[in-house]
């Protein structure tokens, strides 16, 4: 098979490797594992990709991916500032107002009216920060007070990043799963149209769990050319199997992996073959056919 000059090489096999190229089998890859072998592919694929002069943005929930060759580091931590203000970046250039406002929206609940409220305000420069917001005395003021916490007015706090080529969010040090589906909300709004681009999410289960989130998914693995996102997870959940694409599976418990082969179509017998230590399996849908290909992984 020819593959295009994005394919990076999963396993060394006798006669022929076996790769996953974005153009040919999906712009998002899931991958599976438990212990530390989603943090390893991640950092895996992070490299190869940088050989290829792609930019990277990772989004760590471990707190352990290695900071160097990062141009921007946004350390995510109860009670620090981030600079992470979706209608501030606005006003610097990074968001579009109306994405500004609906990340708000997302995150305390405005109804559509108010929304709309929101980027009028936003376009008219009246609602400069979210902590302004929730004091101007609107009624989108008044929702937002209803679930807004001194961590959030930390969150918010602070100058915005650079968000230059290469960006890591390290989440490692939050115990709030609600600022950390924030901070990835707004740093996936931020690079979503990003091509020649890597984005990967450790642990994409934990973060695709609140409304937030969830919310940020679609963002990052919306199919665009010279894109690649890799979404690495411990917990196999229907949110993350069902989204379209091929899937890699590592070492995992027994049932994991055989929940992960049934969401894929693959038929009980030989294809399902169990993954060990050291190895992983590769599934990948063509229009015709259900593919699985093991080896030995490199990381």
Same mark, same amino acid.
């Given at each position: 098979m020819k593959y295009s000059h994005i394919a990076v090489k999963l396993f060394e096999r006798e006669g022929e490797d076996v790769f996953y190229d974005p153009v040919y089998h999906g712009r998002t890859l899931k991958v599976f594992g438990m212990d530390e072998w989603p943090g390893k592919a991640l950092k895996y694929f992070a490299d190869e990709y940088r050989k290829l002069d792609y930019?990277?943005?990772i989004f760590d929930t471990e707190g352990d991916f290695p900071e160097e060759g990062f141009d921007t580091v946004i350390r995510v931590e109860d009670g620090k500032g981030t600079g992470l203000d979706p209608i501030l970046l606005a006003s610097q250039g990074l968001l579009d107002g109306y994405t500004a406002a609906t990340i708000v929206q997302t995150v305390?609940? *405005?109804d559509r009216t108010l929304t709309e409220r929101l980027y009028a305000d936003? *376009?008219?420069?009246?609602?400069?920060?979210?902590?302004?917001?929730?004091? =101007?005395?609107?009624?989108?003021?008044?929702?937002?007070? @209803? =679930? &807004?916490t001194p961590l959030d007015e930390a969150f918010y706090s602070g100058e915005p990043p650079k968000f230059e080529k290469n960006i890591l969010v390290d *989440?490692?040090?939050? &115990?709030? %799963? /609600?600022?950390?589906?924030?901070?990835?909300l707004v740093v996936s709004a931020?690079?979503?149209h990003r091509r020649k681009t890597m984005i990967g999410v450790n642990d994409a289960a934990v973060l695709g769990y609140t409304t937030a989130g969830g919310a940020a998914i679609p963002l990052i693995t919306r199919p665009m050319r010279a894109r690649v996102t890799i979404l690495a997870t411990q917990y196999a959940i229907d949110s993350i199997? $069902?989204?379209?694409?091929?899937? *890699?599976?590592? &070492?995992?418990?027994?049932? /994991?992996? =055989?929940? %992960? &082969?049934?969401? $894929?179509?693959?038929?009980?017998?030989?294809?399902r073959k169990h993954v060990h230590k050291g190895q992983g399996a590769f599934i990948y849908?063509?229009? @015709?056919?259900?593919n699985v290909f093991w080896g030995e992984v490199e990381f």
């Open positions: 930019g990277t943005v305390y609940g *405005l936003i *376009l008219a420069g009246k609602a400069k920060s979210v902590p302004q917001t929730l004091r =101007s005395g609107g009624k989108y003021g008044e929702v937002i007070a @209803e =679930s &807004y *989440l490692g040090k939050t &115990y709030s %799963i /609600t600022l950390a589906g924030m901070a990835f931020v690079v979503r199997m $069902n989204l379209a694409g091929p899937s *890699l599976i590592l &070492y995992h418990d027994p049932d /994991t992996q =055989s929940v %992960i &082969y049934e969401t $894929n179509g693959v038929p009980p017998g030989p294809m849908r063509t229009p @015709e056919t259900i």
